[in-house]
């Protein structure tokens, strides 16, 4: 079942990615945004923590869910103002590198092996999130330094948090109470970020009443799914290798573009369906 839970934990995560571009796409406001999505899936976790699993509050797990809390809210961040900086169509795949550590930590610490289908299975899943931002109509030369810096830094950060939560299930830690307090923690730094622009006197055109309403209900949406996208993650890696659920779980990058097409009616380069090609015969080798 592992496999299953790992491809619908990319479906459903891909949902919440959606509504964050869903978000954007309306000029929703970018803190409120994030705000409201930690704020539903932080509300989430701890009502599945109350009903299904064991409430602690111990060093191990505030460690863990602290590095995963940084992890994902400086990685979002992070990722948003790089694609200020550069082009999205290689900041997106760069970022996106983390998927190679995962499977690469996890062969080294965890003794992982892929058979040879598996392997080319899983090398065709990392090129298919690779390639789908990919616009060929988009300048690739970045002058900006800045970008550069940012990028490393998002691409890490992602690692901690998709990679750390392989790290406190083998440690034996329930993956949905480090999530509880990964998610806690970034809504306490999305909170103070919003108190902070609030109270600043700076006139900031991208932060009006009707942009923040829209940051707060499509951020509130996406951070239901990315609770159930990110619980089913951690239940897939349970069982599951995390060098073929991690490649899996990537892929909610092409649910994200599938649907921009459906309700933006943006277009696929040549490109990108070979992207979906390689993404679909990915996932028929990792099975066999």
């Known amino acids: ?33 994030l705000w409201a ?31 995963i809390g940084i992890g994902s809210a400086a ?21 996106n590198t983390n998927i190679l550590l995962i ?13 040879l289908m598996e392997g080319i299975g899983v090398t065709l899943l990392v090129a298919a999130v690779f390639l789908i931002p990919i616009d060929p109509d988009e300048k690739l030369a970045v002058k900006n330094r800045r970008w550069y810096v940012l990028v490393i830094a998002a691409t890490l950060l992602f690692t901690f948090r998709n990679g750390g939560l392989k790290v406190t299930e083998e440690a034996g830690l329930a993956g949905e109470i480090v999530l509880f ?12 970020e919003v108190w902070r622009r609030r109270r600043s006197t700076t006139n900031d055109s991208d932060r009006t009443p009707v942009s923040i309403r829209k940051g707060l209900i499509w951020g509130g949406a996406a951070g239901i799914f990315s609770f159930i996208g990110m619980q089913l993650y951690t239940i897939a890696l349970i069982d599951g290798p995390a060098s073929i659920v991690a490649p899996l779980f990537a892929t909610n990058s092409l649910v ?28 028929v080798l990792t099975r066999l």
């Open 181 to 192: 307090y990964g998610y806690l923690f970034s809504l306490i730094w999305m909170s103070v």
């Open 75 to 95: 990685g979002n961040w992070l990722f948003m103002l790089a694609l200020k900086k550069g082009p999205a169509s290689l900041t997106s795949p760069l970022v």
């Open 103 to 115: 499977i690469l930590f996890s062969i080294l610490f965890y003794g992982e092996r892929l058979s």
């Open 37 to 67: 999505l930690y704020l539903t899936g932080t509300i989430g976790f701890l009502l599945w923590v109350w009903a299904f699993g064991q409430f602690r509050f111990d060093g191990a797990v505030l460690l863990g869910g602290l590095v």
């Open 256 to 283: 994200v573009a599938l649907l921009s097409i459906l309700f933006f009616r943006e277009r696929l380069s040549l490109i990108q369906k070979c992207s979906l090609l390689f993404l679909f015969t990915g996932l």
């Open 1 to 33: 079942m592992w496999f299953v839970w790992a491809l619908l934990s990319s479906i459903i995560f891909g949902m919440s990615g959606f509504l964050m571009k869903a978000s954007s796409h309306h000029r929703g406001a970018v803190i409120e945004t």
